[in-house]
């Protein structure tokens, strides 16, 4: 037994060493590589984490509902702790995302990695360099090529014009400039678009099929996010004419209901959930288990942090799919940097020419650094069971709170 004895909810703010222009977010130069932190520790000493990008303090107030939903309950019953996540955004935001540091307890108790907890075996996994800024061609071969320089054999471009015809020039230039000696992606960012700060085109199935037909002419290995994500008939009919292999559902976060459904429609031919939106390691290892039953890819979306990575790249290991797919490896220098990316983990996930080896600490497959999330984290929830009585008290007083506990104790000795 481990029971959940403390919880700990951090805001991260890891600072990039130049700005960096999301292709997702026109417009907006990113100084800090920011997100939550939910830190689980259990009554016999074990420490789950778990990681999601953070706009700014949008989850301030989401201690108060994890704290007494989650502290006394079995930390390593992953589908009753995927019903207290359920239970959470009955509330509002969904939280799908803490759900891995569950997975982390269960692996350290266990002394397993969390893709050997789901059948997988260590193994290589080859990635590709995602690319995360805007470029025009000349920009963008140099790039290109200082990526298979360093050994990389995959790439992901952006393409973000106005002018279809300009982002045409951008991928069949690289294409051309590369020959055959990389592989290329390119992104839309169309699934989940953003005109917060600047203004972002807006495709519609015209322009993806020009888009797509120009694209096989090129020789793409895949087109990711080319209309909105949960435009499932355009996405069928589009994925049904291109002859490039269209690709997304990272930001599905209906989860394993929408992604199954998706899947049996055909609407992608490669599957990209991420887990930390897509709701936790346990619905999307079935939406990679339903990829491959249908004869569709899985190969999932990594763009948040360190941890992000670490959680997918377990999930890429566990699928088997590390056999025929690349793993998307965030990394646009001079801005979106590994030392960044991964800033508060004690060992980064650092390439080696263009892959590496999964991890074979137990659990996620990291340690956190206390001394980097001590000066780039601010701590801004705290509970554990004193901390939960005196909070309980103060909200409902005394004979409620009794109630409530001798109810929840009595359904705890039931189960
Ligand atoms: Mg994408």
Excluded at 34 to 61: H, N, P, Q, W
Excluded at 179 to 204: C, E, S, Y
Excluded at 316 to 322: E, I, K, N, Q, T
Aim: hydrophobic letters at 40%; one cysteine or more.
């Amino acid at each position: 037994m481990s029971k959940i004895a403390r919880i700990e909810l951090y805001h991260v703010a890891l600072p990039l060493p130049a700005p960096f222009y999301p292709s997702w977010i026109p417009g907006l130069p990113q100084t800090e590589n920011r997100f939550d932190l939910i830190k689980v520790t259990t009554d016999d000493g074990i420490t789950g984490y778990s990681a999601c990008t953070a706009m700014g303090r949008e989850r301030a107030g989401l201690g108060e509902v994890l704290g007494p939903y989650l502290l006394g309950e079995e930390a390593t019953d992953i589908d009753l702790i995927n019903q207290r996540v359920r239970e959470v955004g009955y509330v509002g935001q969904r939280q799908g995302w803490i759900e891995p540091a569950f997975w982390d307890i269960l692996g350290k108790k266990q002394g397993k990695p969390v893709y050997e907890l789901l059948g997988g075996k260590a193994c290589k996994v080859d990635l590709y360099a995602s690319t995360g800024e805007v470029k025009g061609p000349e920009e963008r071969i140099e790039e290109v090529q200082a990526r298979y320089e360093e050994g990389f054999r995959t790439v992901k471009l952006r393409v973000h014009d106005f002018d279809p015809d300009m982002d045409i020039r951008q991928v069949t230039e690289t294409a051309k400039a590369m020959g055959d000696k990389m592989a290329i992606g390119v992104d839309a960012n169309q699934g989940w678009r953003v005109t917060v700060v600047g203004a972002a085109p807006l495709w519609d199935m015209q322009r993806a099929k020009y888009f797509a037909d120009a694209c096989a002419d090129a020789g793409l290995a895949w087109i990711e996010e080319p209309l909105p994500m949960d435009a499932y008939d355009d996405l069928a009919e589009l994925t049904a004419y291109s002859k490039v292999p269209i690709s997304g559902g990272e930001l599905n976060s209906s989860g394993l209901p929408e992604l199954a459904m998706m899947i049996k429609r055909h609407c992608l031919d490669i599957f990209q959930p991420d887990a930390c939106f897509t709701g936790g390691i346990a619905q999307t290892f079935k939406v990679a288990q339903l990829c491959k039953e249908h004869g569709l890819l899985y190969s999932p979306h990594t763009w948040t942090n360190g941890i992000g990575f670490a959680i997918n790249l377990q999930l890429m290991a566990a699928s088997g799919f590390a056999e025929k797919k690349a793993l998307e490896y965030p990394y646009a220098p001079p801005g979106w940097v590994i030392e960044a990316r991964d800033g508060i983990l004690e060992t980064p996930f650092t390439h080696q020419s263009g892959s590496l080896q999964t991890p074979t600490l137990p659990g996620l497959g990291f340690n956190i650094n206390e001394k980097a999330l001590k000066k780039y984290g601010r701590r801004f929830f705290v509970m554990d069971k004193k901390r939960l009585v005196w909070y309980s008290i103060k909200n409902r007083g005394i004979k409620v709170s009794l109630e409530v506990d001798k109810a929840r104790k009595k359904r705890m000795d039931q189960s």
